[in-house]
């Protein structure tokens, strides 16, 4: 059985972001908190959001207080501003961070009064909230990566605990503008592709992968692979950034439904106790996940070896050719080693009980255990020099 979602429209194109305040008028939006980051304050493009909705006669007001990996505390920040202001939607523009804050503040505004924050942020499966709904939220990504305005997650950090939690909530619309990608820095666009990637081959190898999710992974993959070296390259390249975000946004939807799972819960070990970006962790955990995969499933690999064009002449050496192929491919944009950000091999492995503990490993068509997860982290560190 697959189950396929259409989440929000997606309104995709250069200079699309024009448009916001169109779309934001078709959704009902009186009053809206525009919710960034200092950084992307700069850039100027919160301005262009801001003046699309002031032409349309929506009334603007302005967060920029999101920080990395989203804490809860920006959160409840936003949310006090929102309610305090009389906001009846909620725009995100940004990277991930960004965008989850927005969708936290959206969620969490409309239920602060009977709700805290660390209830609404640890999701338990087995025992849902009943929340009302949330503000209506337009998601801006400023990034090729997250996938976040296309996914019903909002990755949020406990900054009790530094664990990084998820709440359902989801975007009304997103708008994806090749063009507010142009420019980005190469590291960043290095990074934020292989999360990218990372959604894609998590969905691969999903334990519930379903045709829908694996036909927008494998295209994702090859644009990523022919168009990531481009735009770390020449970072005003234009093809290379509309290729990227059809790249970024099809592995969101694609991740919506075939979820992410062992590589997520590595790079989240290694993000939330060695305080990494998350789009190095999932860069580098990526070789393990498939060495581990394609040597029990090798036939999910077929394609992803074809897009590396390699030659492949058994089974057997899929695995380590096409995990070694992911790390050239790495050293190729510029992913820096565990070693080179001056983590020792004991600090790496040190993260293996937090990844443990994350139940999303368990997603992964390859059951694993504390030795397996060793085995996984330990050649992060000792494979990629
Ligand atoms: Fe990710």
Not at 206 to 224: K, Q
Not at 272 to 282: M, S, T, V, Y
Request: charged share 20%.
């Amino acid at each position: 059985m697959s189950r396929y979602s259409q989440l929000c429209p997606v309104y995709f194109g250069p200079g699309e972001v024009n448009n916001t305040g169109a779309i934001a008028k078709e959704l009902g939006m009186t009053h809206v908190l525009l919710v960034t980051e200092k950084a992307i304050a700069e850039t100027g493009i919160p301005e262009r959001v801001m003046d699309s909705l002031l032409q349309s006669g929506i009334k603007v007001s302005i967060y920029d207080g999101v920080k990395m990996d989203a804490p809860d505390t920006t959160v409840m920040e936003g949310a006090q501003l929102a309610e305090s202001i009389g906001a009846d939607a909620v725009i995100g523009c940004g990277g991930g961070s960004s965008l989850d804050t927005a969708k936290g503040i959206a969620l969490y505004v409309t239920n602060k009064k009977n709700v805290t924050i660390k209830k609404m942020i640890h999701f338990d499966p087995a025992n849902p909230l009943i929340l009302a709904p949330a503000l209506k939220t337009i998601m801006i990504p400023t990034t090729s990566g997250t996938g976040s305005e296309s996914t019903f997650v909002a990755v949020i950090t406990d900054t009790e605990t530094h664990q990084k939690c998820g709440c359902i909530v989801w975007a009304n619309a997103a708008i994806v503008d090749p063009d507010l990608t142009l420019g980005l820095g190469k590291t960043i666009t290095a990074y934020t592709g292989m999360d990218a990637f990372s959604h894609c081959n998590e969905c691969l190898c999903n334990v519930m992968p379903n045709p829908h999710s694996d036909t927008l992974a494998l295209s994702s993959m090859e644009r990523i692979y022919k168009w990531l070296p481009v735009a770390v390259d020449d970072p005003n390249c234009k093809e290379a950034r509309y290729n990227l975000a059809i790249a970024s946004n099809f592995a969101g939807i694609a991740f919506q439904d075939s979820q992410v799972n062992v590589g997520h819960a590595m790079a989240h070990a290694l993000g939330a106790r060695l305080h990494i970006p998350h789009g190095i962790g999932c860069a580098l955990v990526t070789p393990s996940v498939i060495e581990l995969v394609a040597a029990a499933r090798p036939e999910i690999y077929g394609k992803v070896a074809e897009i590396f064009e390699l030659e492949i002449s058994s089974v057997e050496e899929l695995p380590t050719k096409l995990a070694d192929a992911v790390r050239s491919f790495n050293r190729r944009i510029g992913i820096p080693s565990m070693k080179d950000l001056g983590f020792t091999r004991e600090q790496v492995l040190s993260t293996v009980t937090y990844a443990l503990g994350e139940m999303m490993r368990m997603g992964c068509i390859v059951p694993q255990d504390e030795a397996v997860l060793t085995d996984m982290m330990a050649k992060v560190y000792d494979n990629y020099q």
